[in-house]
């Protein structure tokens, strides 16, 4: 089960140019989106109320979306506009429209209660000086401030909770990305997991490292410098949007003069039970190295997550092999490391049995 | 669900040589379709009633259908002939054999109660005068009169019902075949519905039609001509036997001494409830333009087709994303287009109800 | 289903070097069998406890089986040894261990009751004098005594049920093997039929054979030869091991002196419900023919195997289609031929039934 009042990203600005049209699964809801001549985007049900033909497969008009099976056109708020065979339009020609938000090159979508989703701002954090002035999602706007590679989007076939646990605990690193990231001084790090609120976290790491390349040249550090403080800080919402904040300095030097600092959005949308989004990007803070070092992590993510995919989806797959199609209900052996994650489903959990008990009502 | 006590077309003659066995499913039940040296067709359940193997795999030989695991002949009649293994022969080795029919190159099934078939003639239109001599399928025997692109099948991972639906309203042909038979002014028809039995119904349109080729070429109209009268007619028999009368004439003329008339054959064959079996002709009355017309809707109905199968597969895929298998509970909403289909599946569902009716009895 | 307390033969010793980890589903369930770098084979449930991660994707170490998500490592006994991102190891942090056995290049688990599993021997029939001393599985150590061609494993998509069927009416190989191993012959057997225990018997076949090559070859027979005596005398075990005693002389010559004698090691595991492993192998008596007959043996087999294995997974395939799981009910006609086939099924099913008594006591 996933929250269905929350903002989800259903896509990257540039997946839908003006006239385009894709079709998207969110939340096991198939969704038509597509964004008009003009450039807004909307968000439809991908089913005619004709004869239930997907939307989706139709083309975008100056007054809508036409139907490619019998041609009847639907506007953004899902009002019928033609019926090419009849003149009347009968009251009940409508499709469900979603609400849809475009911000900083994401396409956000509200799945649930129409209702709420006037009231709710889309998902960021508290912004702060200097690097943490990003954290509003605006470190995915390329500029002088920020170097940007993506966003991307993976589609994997695992839980979207599964990624986010993956995300929530980064001792996994050391194993899954020993080739790449390399940097299994993790393990010994000083962690602080903090709630910030019912529905965020911050998770900490700081640790000693001595890789080589290519995590050091991601940091920008010198050959010579024989130790370095590195740390990660991830930034979570409920449920599964993600920044964090990594970077590294030599030893005892200042993280903002001296180190390299890179805002990583990750951002999981679920696709069905047992599919999801994932959506990604690393911004370069002050855009050092000229566009070199944001093409760099652009290589070794892309690396990375590609572990990662495999990982989920072989979690994913095992789960399926047993019986199970989720870690919903934590059977699995709980340990230290697994601290965020604990505490990130339970806020998840609170959100669902919320919604549950509010339909209810 | 499909009625099972009316006769279904399970494959086309030129399908099964003499000595050749297929394998199909024909409502739900996997079908051992064979013809014997001698020319005869028989139609056996697909399964040997020793090891559960299917016949289909087995050879035809002089005395029946010899399964391949161990043996065992079975003749058309669904009697066991032969026991490599044993010289007696049980009373219960014995396969169900299925009533079937051959005539004008097509092979009929009646997959349900066998005592039924007997007392029940083949589908067949009333026939007429002229081009409605060709209404009981004497339109498939190439001749004179008929010059025959076909029969063809196409097997379509979609309930039958809707590619029924999709032929009793040809409005779709303004948006599905836009780019092969280019008729929009079929949304400007005079539209005449009306049942002509408990089972049958015709569905007329008539209209105006300026198109250039190439459906123009196939009704032998000069390019001069500035618009026509164009008429599509279907003769419809429950649960999915159609022909198609088509043809066009300059403004005015006379429709079959002045025009050219089409005879398509259309017959639907549940599979499964996910698919079915498309049977399709085209027969040129009068064999009009010594083979190259005939020629023509062939190359173009295909093309077509193709364009319905997509359709139809695509609409499947939507109710099965959706969680349901058929329209048949009619959730959608109906337009004025829809008249002939909703008559039609209420005949069909009246004729499922009466065999559920007479089974509780 | 299966009976669980028992025996089955997981994989072969070829298949798994010092270091090496294979997953394999056994009786449903995912096992993860390794060797360590000693030589000590192991087999887990293939699930970390922790996120339930399939061990099989790890990597042999000095101590154990390391997880390749979060690196924590299992012994073969299922305790954990290392938890890298903390020093205390949880009492609950184990896996399932199962009792294996390695013996005449054959691995064996145990997936049931652990307890029951150090009183009971591995499978082996009685042996005797001469050839009858293979019948320990010693036939599949290669020596002077035989020449071995194997063992092999197929993963067939069947239940394991319908492979023994098929090993016990060898009458199948009239039809199924005409073109391998080409022995009609077979129809016209003396056919013995008998128990030797509540969980074996032994299945003889003894006929005329006058067949050509290749067979002929197999038993070192000269084309001079018009008619020799042909023998299949099958040794089975409940559920599904079995040795197949075969060979053939020159009408009224000994068996021993004259003939060639071949073992063929057959081994059914269930993998699910739908499927099964096949491990099989030849061994030739005495080396006959210096490795030709061997090799000899090693080809027609794989190309008769080849055989069944499409047999077989049409067979399933139609049970299928037709929506039956297995043939265990017995809903089928039943032949004289049978005799071996229900004789077994019923062994097998007091199993079942016994194990499912026991669980419910």
């Given at each position: ?23 998207r699964?969110i939340?096991?809801v198939p969704m038509a989106i ?9 968000i439809?049900l991908d ?51 979603y ?263």
């Open positions: 089960m996933f929250p269905r009042n929350c903002w989800y990203v259903a896509a990257m600005s540039h997946e839908i140019a003006p006239g385009a049209v894709i079709s699964m939340c096991d597509f964004r008009s001549l003009d450039g807004t985007m909307s439809l089913r005619c109320p004709h004869r239930l033909y997907p939307l989706s497969e139709g083309t975008v008009e100056a007054h809508g979306l036409r139907c490619a099976y019998h041609g009847l056109v639907f506007a953004g708020d899902g009002g019928c506009r033609e019926i090419p065979s009849q003149s009347e339009i009968p009251a009940n020609a409508c499709v469900t429209a609400p849809a938000r475009e911000s900083h090159g994401l396409i956000w979508v509200w799945p649930g209660d129409a209702a709420l989703a006037a009231s709710t701002p889309l998902p960021a954090f508290e912004t702060g000086e200097g690097y943490l002035s990003g954290l509003d999602f605006s470190c995915l706007d390329p500029s002088d401030l920020w170097g940007v590679a993506g966003p991307h989007v993976i589609h994997v076939d695992a839980n979207y909770m599964l990624a986010v646990d993956n995300l929530l605990d980064l001792t996994h690193t050391a194993f899954v990305h020993a080739k790449t990231f390399d940097n299994a001084g993790v393990l010994d790090s000083t962690r602080i997991v903090k709630a910030t609120g019912e529905q965020q976290l911050i998770d900490f790491f700081g640790f000693k490292n001595s890789m080589s390349a290519p995590l050091r040249n991601g940091y920008i550090l010198d050959e010579g410098v024989p130790l370095f403080d590195n740390y990660l800080e991830t930034y979570w919402q409920a449920p599964g949007v993600m920044i964090l904040v990594h970077g590294a300095v030599a030893e005892g030097g200042d993280r903002e003069r001296d180190g390299a600092i890179v805002l990583n959005t990750n951002i999981l949308t679920p696709a069905t039970e047992r599919s999801c989004h994932y959506f990604w990007a690393q911004s370069v803070y002050r855009n050092r190295g000229d566009g070199k070092v944001r093409d760099l992590w652009e290589v070794m993510t892309k690396a990375a997550f590609a572990e990662d995919e495999h990982t989920l989806q072989r979690q994913q797959a095992n789960l399926e092999r047993f019986g199970a199609s989720s870690l919903a209900d934590d059977v699995s052996l709980i340990l230290k490391a697994d601290k965020a994650i604990v505490l990130a489903r339970r806020m998840v959990s609170r959100m669902v049995r919320g919604e549950e008990a509010a339909k209810a009502a």
